[in-house]
T-cell receptor
Framework: KAGVTQTPRYLIKTRGQQVTLSCSPI?????VSWYQQTPGQGLQFLFE???????NKGNFPGRFSGRQFSNSRSEMNVSTLELGDSALYLC??????????????FGSGTQLSVL | TQLLEQSPQFLSIQEGENLTVYCNSSSVFSSLQWYRQEPGEGPVLLVTVVTGGEVKKLKRLTFQFGDARKDSSLHITAAQPGDTGLYLCAGRRGSRLTFGEGTQLTVNP
């Protein structure tokens, strides 16, 4: 069974640009969560999607958005990039929706560098 | 302010030593998970504890959930170089899973 796939693996952008990251969950999983990981802040929750609906949102500005498609694949978009957006962006999938103790399966992440 | 505080932040030990990593909060969690993350990879779930006072063992790793469900510890016996990695705790409250900043463990041969 294929794991969670995130593309691209690495990305370099300049300030003011926008970026789209992609996440393909494990087959059959309906929930996708996104996290931002930085050395100083650890993993910060961005948002969670279940059955194409955003169920939870973290404390990030509106420049961060996402969506989920009918096949459960998810994308997140960051507009007007800032230097502080440089981070590892992790996607995790699970079968169940929010408020479950189901195991999260993480992808390897997309390392975004903003210059 | 971090909801979950992990200590120590960094730990470098020799192979064969024992160690304990702590995860503390002033909030009550319905469950707590521990993950290990290796360089270039996403975190991998090690264990989920649900009941206050619960103890789970995974080979040389022992996980404990505090009686009040506000804290947890991870104890590793006879650490090996393969245990090297970033250990993350994550507490669940309702539909939200909150992660600590992690403990970077290095086990030297």
């Amino acid at each position: 069974k294929a794991g969670v796939t995130q593309t691209p693996r690495y990305l370099i952008k300049t300030r003011g640009q926008q970026v789209t990251l992609s996440c393909s969950p494990i087959s059959g999983h309906r929930s996708v969560s996104w996290y931002q990981q930085t050395p100083g802040q650890g993993l910060q929750f961005l948002f969670e999607y279940f059955s194409e609906t955003q169920r939870n949102k973290g404390n990030f500005p509106g420049r961060f958005s996402g969506r989920q498609f009918s096949n459960s694949r998810s994308e997140m978009n960051v507009s007007t990039l800032e230097l502080g957006d440089s981070a590892l962006y992790l996607c995790a999938s699970s079968f169940g929706g929010p408020a479950t103790n189901e195991k999260l399966f993480f992808g390897s992440g997309t390392q975004l560098s903003v210059l | 302010t971090q909801l979950l505080e992990q200590s120590p932040q960094f730990l470098s030990i020799q192979e064969g030593e024992n160690l304990t990593v702590y995860c503390n909060s002033s909030s009550v969690f319905s469950s707590l998970q521990w993950y290990r993350q290796e360089p270039g990879e996403g975190p991998v779930l090690l264990v989920t504890v649900v009941t206050g006072g619960e103890v789970k063992k995974l080979k040389r790793l022992t996980f404990q959930f505090g009686d009040a469900r506000k804290d947890s510890s991870l104890h590793i016996t006879a650490a090996q170089p393969g245990d090297t990695g970033l250990y993350l705790c994550a507490g669940r409250r309702g539909s939200r899973l909150t992660f600590g900043e992690g403990t970077q463990l290095t086990v030297n041969p």
